[in-house]
């Protein structure tokens, strides 16, 4: 098994479902591609392709030919293993080195062609280790406590003072370290609360509410869409910012959404007069400012079909 760098386009006209199936030539990938089952691959995605950089890493499941296309094959990926990346690492550091080391020149710098081009790379496991570091330290959120004592306190509408105190953040030391908290079920959640707090700006998407109770924290809550009990993957489209009313009401499919983002209510589940203090006045959900974080049309579909009572 060998980690490797996966560039992924939204752009791409290969058969991609992201999270599912990455699409691949047999000709020039396979051979690589075969030796990623079972280990982790980073997603890259460069400024052709949207310019998020190193955004997520997911594990690959086994390796199947496209039954439509006999030159192309597929990676099936586990889904239930996707983790987007709290910030999206970029190709480089600021000194110009890349954070691929098999990709510099004599110079250290980024070397132009070769390796650079292909879409499937081996990545060693240091380099592996160093882009997942950096990839999933933590965001400043309402309720991120500060890296450390020189670092400026979350933002907030509350008065200095009220905000946890700082405390510092020990990084893990290697590899190691990181395939636990890759696998690690508590720090992913933690992981994919901020994240989902921070794109929602830390408002319920179905009330539009940004409630804070007296330290300052959001009231809200991340909710999944697709459960991780049913393979829903860590990512900000399988989340939403929820109520605590309204996340209960959505895990008992009481509450969903529609394709169009108009919020979907079971018949008796809200009484009429409760209705408009319950939801946005138009009954659809108040959606993230980046279209990349808004809930995936599959994740919202699985949901509808297999958890709401409408």
């Known amino acids: ?9 939204r752009h791409a006209i290969y058969q991609d479902a992201p999270g599912e199936r990455y699409h691949f030539p047999s000709r020039s990938y396979l051979s690589v591609a075969a030796q990623t089952v079972g280990d982790w691959v980073l997603f890259y995605e460069g400024r052709r392709g949207g310019g998020r950089g190193y955004y997520a890493v997911q594990k690959v499941e086994r390796i199947v030919p496209d039954p439509t296309d006999p030159t192309h094959h597929f990676a099936i990926l586990n889904p239930s293993t ?15 080195a890349p954070y691929e080391s098999r990709l510099a020149g004599p110079d250290g710098r980024v070397q132009p062609g070769g390796l650079n081009t292909a ?42 003072g009220l905000h946890d105190p700082a405390v510092p953040f020990a990084r893990a030391p290697g590899l190691a370290d990181w ?36 330290g300052g924290r959001p009231e809200v ?8 009990a049913s393979q829903g993957p860590d990512t900000v489209q399988n989340g939403l910012a929820l109520s605590g009313t309204l996340h209960w009401m959505f895990d008992r499919g009481l509450v969903s959404v529609a394709e169009d983002h108009s919020i979907l209510v079971a018949q008796g589940a809200i009484r009429d007069e409760d209705r408009a203090r319950l939801l946005t006045p138009d ?4 959606l993230p400012a980046d279209q990349m974080d808004w809930p995936h049309p599959a994740y919202l579909a699985w949901h509808r079909q297999n958890v709401f009572k409408g």
């Not at 720090?187 to 007296?214: H, I, P, T, W």
């Open 1 to 9: 098994m060998v980690k490797a760098v996966f560039i992924q386009s």
């Open 82 to 96: 996707l983790l987007g990346f709290e910030q999206h690492v970029p190709y480089a550091d600021p000194q110009g």
């Open 119 to 160: 879409a499937i790379r081996v990545i060693p496991e240091r380099d592996f280790a160093r882009i997942v570091d950096l990839g999933l330290a933590p965001r400043a959120t309402p309720d991120a406590l500060p890296r450390d004592q020189a670092a400026p306190a979350p933002p907030g509408p509350w008065p200095i």
């Open 179 to 214: 395939a636990r908290i890759l696998t690690s079920r508590a720090l992913r959640d933690e992981s994919f609360a901020r994240q989902v707090k921070v794109a929602y700006g830390a408002r319920c998407a179905m009330s539009g509410l940004a409630l804070r109770n007296g």
């Open 221 to 228: 809550n991340a909710a999944h869409i697709r459960p991780v």
């Open 283 to 286: 009954s659809r959900l108040a």
